[in-house]
């Protein structure tokens, strides 16, 4: 069965902190998201990634930042996490042919 | 920015009635997807439907397109609990070959047993 796993379910951060959230793909996906989702505002995309070693900002990007180094894993980070980042964060792999993957989510706090 | 708008917010039905679910959205589309999520939980590929397309099935799931008045329902048929849960559309514009989904805000729909 195809999978695509955060490293985190749940993380509590300080502000000011470095955050590091990991995603990983089993697929050979070359496209892979990461998404917030806030209540009343959906899901929306921070940044996406089309290969390895490539990156697109998304609507929200601001305050975060994105690593690809391999083609499995994209990595989001926040560079000085703010209790506005406060959030549920999804990655997910697909494309138009299947749909997107999405893993189960990382519920992040910052105090 | 939103693309996709789900309708109702929010839905309760008895279990074993269908439930009806809308999607409008603002520009040209490629194909519209829909997800389900389970409270807390990530998010679950259902149907997608593409744009020369009109109406698709997936066992009691049915979605309708309408390109004209960038439109779409999803209809789950014999509702059981374990349908329970919040229900998304999203669009696919590719933006110079760069795909990418944009969701809607969802419709929450509880199943009453």
């Known amino acids: 069965d195809v999978k695509v796993t955060q490293s985190s379910r749940y993380l509590v951060k300080r502000t000011g902190e470095k955050v590091f959230l990991e995603c990983v793909q089993d697929m050979d996906h070359e496209n892979m998201f990461w998404y917030r989702q806030d209540p009343g505002l959906g899901l929306r995309l921070i940044y996406f990634?089309?290969?390895?070693?490539?990156?697109e900002k998304g609507d929200i990007p601001e305050g975060y930042s994105v690593s690809r180094e391999k083609k499995e894993r994209f990595s989001l980070i926040l560079e000085s996490a703010s209790t506005n980042q406060t959030s549920m964060y999804l990655c997910?792999?697909?494309?138009?042919?299947?749909?997107?993957?999405f893993g189960s989510g990382t519920r992040l706090t910052v105090v | 920015s939103q693309q996709g708008e789900e309708d109702p917010q929010a839905l309760s039905i008895q279990e074993g009635e269908n439930a009806t679910m809308n999607c409008s959205y603002k520009t040209s589309i490629n194909n519209l997807q829909w997800y389900r999520q389970n409270s807390g939980r990530g998010l679950v590929h259902l149907i997608l439907?593409?744009?020369?397309?009109r109406e698709k099935h997936s066992g009691r799931l049915r979605v309708t397109l309408d390109t004209s008045k960038k439109s779409s329902s999803l209809l789950i048929t014999a509702s059981r609990a374990a349908d329970t849960a919040s229900y998304f559309c999203?669009?696919?514009?590719?933006?110079?070959?760069?795909?990418?989904?944009?969701f809607g805000t969802g419709t929450r729909l509880t199943i009453i047993p």
């Open positions: 990634s089309y290969d390895v070693k490539m990156k």
């Open positions: 999203a669009t696919d514009s590719t933006n110079f070959g760069n795909e990418k989904l944009t």
């Open positions: 439907i593409r744009s020369n397309e």
């Open positions: 997910a792999a697909g494309g138009q042919l299947y749909g997107y993957t």
